[in-house]
């Protein structure tokens, strides 16, 4: 292989490097940061430690949560790790009526005893 080759090959692997490790680390950050900028209070949270809690106060760099009623506690923002969806938003939505189907007609009860021979 001569040198040019060879430099072909080098840049050709940093950029799957790149592509397969850099790009979707830097997408998981931005949406990380993205989630954390949309904090509210009163948002349920799991943070990094797998504690679920409810959000009753932001701060620039820390979050004060709810434990439990009466427990607080301060969490730096970047320990959340999700905020979870409100309750209606996973409740399917009730299905509308339509026409009642029939019910299957029941097969006559079998004999109970001995079978014929």
Request: glycine letters at 6%; proline letters at 9%.
């Amino acid at each position: 292989m001569s040198g040019g080759a060879i430099f072909i090959l080098v840049v050709l692997v940093l950029f799957l490097v790149w592509l397969m490790l850099v790009r979707p680390q830097r997408r998981r950050r931005l949406a990380q940061e993205a989630m954390i900028d949309h904090l509210r209070v009163g948002d349920e949270v799991l943070t990094a430690g797998g504690i679920f809690a409810t959000v009753v106060r932001v701060g620039e760099d820390e979050v004060t949560v709810e434990l439990s009623p009466g427990a607080e506690a301060r969490v730096a923002k970047r320990a959340i790790a999700a905020i979870m969806p409100e309750e209606d938003a996973l409740e399917p939505e009730p299905e509308t009526e339509t026409e009642p189907q029939a019910e299957p007609e029941a097969a006559a009860p079998e004999p109970v005893g001995k079978e014929p021979r």
